[in-house]
């Protein structure tokens, strides 16, 4: 097997590397006073000066997948971005998430990521031109609405909210949360998930529409921490929906195939997540490791007692087992489809949190009382990673996947005694 770079692969991930070295991570100390002296819940600036220099160099929309991949026919809709594959992507992904705030200046943060590859698989030439021709030039942003605080949404079989076709309009009933994004005065779209005929076999009750955000019932109720940080600008939304309006057009696909648009949303978003992750591990071993080699205690550096010596052999063995297999899975999306790396994805999407989460969680050991403060980012990158064992489907939904595919791997191949 070869495990070396092509020359494009090794071409993208240089120059997001470079670009983050040399004009990102210089404005991370503005960003944070900006977000300490002004209106939180306004965007950036830091942010929005940094977005005009990657879109000059070519370094936007970076996600968005090659034509060949297009499911719908061509409308002749003019995609812009860099049409890489999921294992291109996936080198400039980790690089990207060494800081959290990093993603949005290429234009590759979530929940825009996938609800613009949505449009672009399943919207119409209408839909496109009203939508998505804003998400990939970053004028606006957009929410993903699928988790309710009323049932367990980890079946989303269990969902809750009512889209009812009233003549030429649907109706919408129903509350969402966790909808991030919805914080952000620039959010305008939320993709969402509700039942259409709750007659239908359970996997076709379910429809994905589109929602105008400044819709005349949607409310914005509050916005939710995760583990006391709010992530202004963005926010994660509880919204309510009350006999919302909209027209018949915006449905994507059409009745009872929201399951459908769910899986194709699902693969790539959890594998980007997993990405990212990569990148925040290894930020958190590089912290670590200075850590240990710059303080004294009990006579000697603190890396130099064997109890951290383990932990940061554990740390770098783990991390390249992760990146491997999380490009194995890109790989193989790339080559044979989601569907057929469903197992790989399912295991990354378990492995990466917990792998960042040991490294993180002996990170902030290795800086004592300053690793849980907000003088370092670890405590605040660890919020964000431990979300991501419940976010796109619980470890346990996962676990179940897994194992599921292994035993009936074992049943067809019978018995060998």
Not at 172 to 190: E, Y
Not at 195 to 224: E, S, W
Request: charged share 25%; net charge negative.
């Amino acid at each position: 097997m070869d495990f070396s770079f092509t020359e494009r692969e090794s071409h993208y991930r240089d120059r997001v590397r470079e670009f983050m070295d040399t004009q990102v991570r210089p404005q991370n100390q503005a960003l944070e006073q900006e977000l300490a002296s002004g209106n939180r819940w306004e965007p950036l600036q830091t942010i929005e000066s940094l977005k005009v220099k990657a879109k000059a160099a070519g370094l936007w929309n970076l996600f968005m997948p090659p034509t060949k991949d297009h499911q719908g026919a061509d409308d002749g809709f003019v995609f812009t971005g860099e049409r890489l594959s999921n294992l291109e992507y996936a080198l400039c992904a980790e690089e990207m998430g060494r800081l959290y705030w990093a993603p949005e200046v290429f234009n590759c943060s979530a929940p825009d990521t996938g609800n613009m590859e949505v449009l672009y698989r399943y919207g119409t030439r209408a839909q496109k031109d009203a939508w998505l021709k804003p998400l990939m030039e970053g004028e606006i942003r957009s929410a993903f609405l699928m988790t309710e605080p009323d049932v367990a949404s980890s079946d989303a079989t269990n969902i809750q909210t009512t889209i009812r076709r009233d003549g030429d309009e649907y109706v919408i009933n129903g509350r969402k949360w966790w909808s991030s994004g919805a914080g952000d005065p620039r959010c305008r779209l939320g993709i969402l998930m509700g039942k259409t005929d709750p007659g239908a076999d359970v996997h076709h009750q379910q429809a994905m529409i589109l929602v105008d955000l400044n819709t005349p019932g949607v409310q914005i109720k509050r916005l939710l921490s995760v583990y006391g940080y709010d992530h202004a600008p963005h926010g994660h939304a509880e919204i309510t929906l009350t006999d919302v309006r909209v027209p018949v057009e915006n449905l994507l696909l059409g009745e009872g195939r929201g399951f459908e648009i769910a899986q194709g949303r699902l693969g790539p978003g959890r594998i980007h997540h997993c990405m990212r992750t990569i990148g925040v591990a290894e930020e958190a071993l590089e912290a670590m490791t200075r850590r240990l080699t710059s303080r004294m205690a009990f006579g000697k550096p603190i890396g130099d007692h064997s109890v951290w010596e383990e932990r940061i052999a554990r740390a770098r063995i783990d991390l390249e087992m992760t990146r491997l297999l999380c490009l194995k899975a890109a790989d193989m999306m790339d080559r044979a489809g989601n569907k057929a790396a469903r197992d790989e994805i399912a295991m990354i999407k378990v492995q990466a949190p917990e792998m960042a989460l040991r490294i993180l969680d002996d990170a902030i050991q290795a800086h004592g009382g300053a690793g849980v403060s907000g003088d370092f980012p670890l405590a605040a990158d660890w919020a964000v990673i431990r979300t991501l064992r419940l976010a796109d489907g619980p470890d346990e939904v996962h676990r179940r996947a897994i194992a599921r595919a292994e035993f009936k791997r074992y049943r067809n191949a019978g018995s060998r005694q």
